[in-house]
């Protein structure tokens, strides 16, 4: 199994509203928790009870189709609100993320980190110094868990921010960008995913579900291309819908009627029924 | 800051519908996320999408009343339908869970276990070898923990057992809990809490939502009377209502009016009001 590490903040963790898109279940993709692995089942974080829909489910779908018959398990480590600061390498976050990739590598091989982070970032001039911040907790990363080569896909900050509400103080949200794509750059295996066009939710600052989605698609695009995404895609709505319409294996709906009746929502006859 | 450590399978994760019992927010009361406190929220385990309410909100609810501006820190640890020899000390629940105690005592104080478990051993003579196994478990979190007097509290397993829907095979659970009772008599600083009169989810086998609010003020009983409570306490409906009961602060209020906010539910008009 390929496990791919989820850091940042809350729009990597995710706060897409999950009634706003189809669920994706896969019994391919899987996510770790109490350090061993799970079917997925959005929301893939627990960082906040309003966790929701991030990027990694359409990123893991993307990659199911492109890898037949083989397992991605997602890591999910992100933490809502925190700075780059708060991602120090000597800090509660850093290691909490290294500790469960460990865990995660104890049965699979870790294949990339998915990253996004920076709403926090984007004032004050904060700017000047996140490269050379990333740089170091990028460096550390690969060092820490023997993965010199891994890849990093790292995502930009939405063009909806610096307007309203939550994302009205994110005023500094293009020059994290500039520096994001500076460090993609720079670094090998390194690659940037613009958030152009994405849209938000009620908040201003998080990225929606159908966004969410779309994002996904773009972070597996440059996984898969290894190159940068300075664009949106053309073909990328289509692919969204890709992940929304396959059809479920007995297993997914297994998997769901089960977790129909144990939340109650079904009867213990009507599960029968879907067993039978 | 005091933490408690809760490990076992789905009864202490919590499966009680949370929309069945009032929500309980409180300021002093924390969860551990990603190695960092945060207030607590049900669902506090994030084991199954299928969390929910767990013994340990009205647990932590009670301690509150009895430790006036004090602190308490609740480490989400247990697995559903985790059988003992799951929590064996080289597996990865057991390690994992230490994990996440080491993270909280960076700074917090153990203050004791809260333990459920044994549903998953309820049958096939699997009894006959709990008591040992519980033992050895119990022996090395205290060890690798250091903290050898650290009390545990374990509870015992639901008479609505080896009857309906998922909790028809559980059959033998009456000897699981002469096991528990007898460990919990061996053991200083041990003491059992019974689950007798509790009533279960439509799936025979979860502890409903009401229920657990009452369990967890038995667990606080024996915590804090540290003795076994081999009965249901006479006034544990009223307990529970001052659990219901109790005015928010406004941090509290205000933290509600974020989530509902963040969720959706209200606008950012409606939340500047709730914060003027």
Redesign the interface.
């Known amino acids: 199994m390929k496990s791919f590490l989820l850091i940042g903040q809350s729009n990597m963790a995710g ?1 897409g ?1 999950t009634n706003e898109v189809p669920p994706i279940y896969n019994e391919r993709i899987m996510m770790l ?4 692995w ?1 079917m997925m ?1 959005e929301p893939i974080h ?5 966790a929701g829909v991030g990027p990694a489910a359409s990123f893991a779908e993307a990659w199911c189709e492109d890898n037949e018959g083989e397992k991605i398990g997602l890591i999910p ?1 992100a ?1 809502g609100g925190s700075s780059i600061d708060e991602w120090a390498i000597d800090g ?2 850093f ?3 290294i ?1 469960e990739a460990q ?1 995660a590598m ?1 049965d699979s091989k870790l294949g990339g980190v998915l990253w996004h982070q920076g709403e926090n970032d984007s004032q004050d001039g904060k700017y000047k110094e996140y490269y050379q911040k990333i740089q170091r907790i990028f460096f550390q990363i690969r060092k820490e868990l023997s993965a010199p080569d891994i890849p990093f896909i790292i995502g930009g900050l939405g063009d909806y921010l610096g307007k ?2 939550f994302g009205a103080g994110c005023v500094e949200y293009q020059l994290i960008n500039e520096e994001l794509q500076k460090y993609a750059r720079d670094t090998e295996n390194c690659y940037y995913v613009t958030a152009k066009g994405l849209t938000s ?3 201003g600052i ?1 990225i929606n579900a159908i966004s969410q989605r779309i994002f996904g698609i773009r972070y597996y695009e440059a996984y898969h291309k290894k190159e940068h995404v300075h664009e949106p895609l053309t073909n990328e709505k289509e692919l969204v819908d890709k992940c929304h319409n396959r059809e479920n294996t007995p297993a997914e709906k297994t998997y769901i009627a089960l ?1 129909n ?4 929502k079904i ?2 006859e009507e599960l029968m029924k879907a067993f039978s």
Do not use: C, I, K, M
């Open positions: 706060r509203f928790r109490n350090g061993r799970q089942n627990f960082d906040r009870p309003v480590g933490e509660a976050l290691r909490h993320a500790n865990f104890e309203a509400a939710n009620p908040d998080h977790e009746f144990t939340r109650g009867s213990y």
